[in-house]
């Protein structure tokens, strides 16, 4: 089995990033775009890309606005203005709503934002700012932080910045986070405030890090890699709007983000190229890097916008200055920009992926073989990877010898079923025995239909079921069966925000509360072979029968004392099933995911419908074991050899 084989894909969709996976607790905190139709819908117009209030609500007598005239950044050009009234008294400010709400538990919550006092109205005085934690609900204060008295700036703005040290568990996670002032202090002033900002603890703590119940629970999967930054959310809607890596770094105060993001609600870029890769780092993981390829999927072109071969040196050069920002050592000109951003040692980049599905566009061959080449020249040992692989009538892509194929399927239960052996012989019949594969977003869209195709214009199925873990199941068990072709899988995409979401089913999905964090079928499949997983495949002989409905793989632990065998029954009633192993079986364990309904879900009332077991099984004699497989079970025998 391949090292690397099962890790994790991700991109900022359906709120995974910005209200997900980014720990940053407030929405909307540089007024920086359309951010969906969410919160107060009344208030928010559908108008892509207009900077708004959306989530901020004036807390006392204030009236709050948005200002263009005092930007805090050219990133940032947007600020809030607090106008406190002559006659305000007691407490003024504002409040956020966070991302659909925010779990409030006990621990440091860490607040920053950027003032500015406006000039006329200015009065001289020093003003104290309070930040604090509140029920929604009640408007009870659960911690306050009052900050040392300052004297707000006319000319520049200041970042203040505060812990907020809670004991309070708030019952439920409709809550709100304010800042205010005392109205004897600021009133008649005033006030433009920019990138108000609110973080728990992180993921091993990183400042500006990620959720840590979210992380978690992608940690314990113990994931091998991840892709990243997408997914179509690379490739953007158009060229000008797409992601770019050096919009992404840096202090956040000089990020802009993206008001247009793909997936139809605005990026921070909090969570950037810097952070993907620290991501990697605190999770010991591979990084997969996904350059722009000189193609946007353009909403309004058949064929998207491509990059035409006069204009791919841009495109070249400008992942050549990427992967010198990640590897690069402090004396070349983009690794002092990263040593600069907090991070002096270089990552190491092993993958690089050229695109993403670039089998839409006709224009890959010019782009792929330019990009190629141009980066193998300049690092001959990183594995790059095609988005295509002779899959459009128009062209071929024949990918050059080590590299790697990234192939796509959100499809029904039966394909992954029928295309099990599917990699057995796919490098003989490709003619090239040095070419991986990265199946890098696979997962069951909607179940079996008549047409036998998904369809595209009704929506996938709301949770993963018994069903598509079974099926993404046999998948996986087709590429551990095919170690020297099938080098990494994931499952995509990997997070759904459950108040908007523009993409299902989804592996994990969430709300503010943690205790809401529900794992899917998949996501246990996901977890229990990747668990499981041996140093090499083993070579089964069977004897009975062919494949399905049980269909199986088996592997062997470096040191040669555990043997796994993994074991799928994708059928509604259970098998009988005799092991030989060649040496003798000091004893036996498995684990099974198993739910007599192939439909059977997790939900947010039932979390936990279908999740990994420990099974009671019959022990072995000498070399032989035999057990029922149940019906609708995935299992993981493993055997103390
Ligand atoms: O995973 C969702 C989308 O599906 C990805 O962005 C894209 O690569 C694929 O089409």
Redesign the pocket.
Known sequence: MHRYLYGL?F?D?SHSGDGGLYAELITNRAFQGYSGNFILPSENPLVPGGPVLTGWAPLGDVRLSLDILHPLSDALPTVLQVDIPVNATGEVGFINYGWWGMDISPQKYKASFYVLANYPRYKGNSTTFTVSLRSNLTGEVWARTELPTVKVDTLDYIQLNATISNESRAPNSNNTFAVTMDASEVAGQTFYFDLISLFPETFKDRPNGLRKDLANALYDMKPKFLRFP????LEGVSPQTRWKWWKTIGPLKNRPGRSIA??NYANTDGLGLLEYLEWTEDMEIEPVLAVYSGFSLDIWGEDGASYPESRMHEVLQEALDELEYCTGPTTTKYGALRASHGHPTPFKIQFVEIG??DWFSSTYPHRFYYLYNGLKAAYPEITLISTAYNENADYNISIPTGGMWDT?H?EEPHYFLENFDFYDNWQQATNNTDVGVLL??YSVKQLDSPDGAVNWSAPGLPLPQMVSAIAEGVYALGGERNPNTVRMSSY??SLQNLNWYN?VPDMIAFTADPAQTLLSASYWQQWLFARFRGAQTLPVTNTKGDFGPLFWASSVNREDTEVYLKVINAGATAVPLSVVLDVEIRGVNATVIVNVDENAENTEDEMKVVVPKVANVTQARERRWSWNVPAWSIVVVQFDV
Do not use: D, F, R, T
């Open positions: 894909m991109e969709i997408g997914g179509n959310n793909n997936w993403n599905e796509h959100y890098g977003e995509a995409p993409w």
